[in-house]
């Protein structure tokens, strides 16, 4: 992201039709007002260029941030990954809860309903995580809400079957249109995928 030659490299991946977005591992880098540097610029730059989606794979502490980065660059298509890690081993409901609100409300980034399960620790309940999904799917609705599996990571704490079956029952007052757009729909529209090459 931060080298030179960053918009050439995007460009290229770009060319490749099986290639969606760029996702850096930002959840891991100590100072979160990185994704703020001059230096990663001309890559945003390009990837909203290319059409690509900026996955934000990000924790708590760099809400603030993002919402400063994707004022600056509107033009990026960008999901949260994760529903930004919360604490909810921890607990820690705020300020996580706060700066998602306004980053859904007055963005038009999307969030992924998934890696909550690990986040939930080894002693994870559906009950632990259930207030953490009632809040992302009240802020960001459906239409801008995706399940993913994080699958292979997601090991760490529960099955794939068991993450599944948790989500759904998380979601249980949730209608089946809309279950239809969290669990494929949304996905599909957001990574603008051609269902007819699937």
């Known amino acids: 992201m931060a080298a030179a030659d960053s918009p050439r ?28 540097g001059p230096a990663l610029r001309p890559a945003l730059a390009a990837i909203g260029q290319h059409n690509l989606a900026f996955d934000c794979l990000v924790r708590p502490a760099h809400l603030r941030p993002l919402r400063r980065l994707l004022d600056r660059h509107p033009e990026l298509r960008a999901v949260i990954d994760h529903g930004a890690k919360p604490e909810i081993a921890a607990g820690h409901f705020e ?32 009950d632990r995580m259930r207030r953490y999904i009632d809040h992302l799917v009240d802020i960001f ?32 007052g949730v209608d089946r249109a809309a279950l239809d757009q969290i669990f494929g729909g949304t996905a599909v529209r957001f990574y603008r995928i051609d269902k007819r090459a699937i």
């Open 141 to 172: 609705t459906p239409e801008r809400l995706l399940w993913g599996s994080d699958w292979p990571v997601v090991t760490l704490a529960a099955s794939y079957d068991d993450w599944w079956t948790a989500a759904h029952r998380c979601l249980e």
């Open 9 to 36: 490299r995007i460009a290229a991946l770009a060319a490749d039709p099986c290639l969606k977005g760029i996702r850096p591992m930002i959840h891991d880098i100590a100072d979160p007002e990185w994704m703020l």
């Open 95 to 126: 300020p996580w809860a706060g700066e998602m609100r306004g980053l859904a409300r007055e963005t038009a980034v999307y969030c992924k309903l998934s890696g909550l399960v690990t986040e939930a620790g080894r002693d994870w309940t559906v």
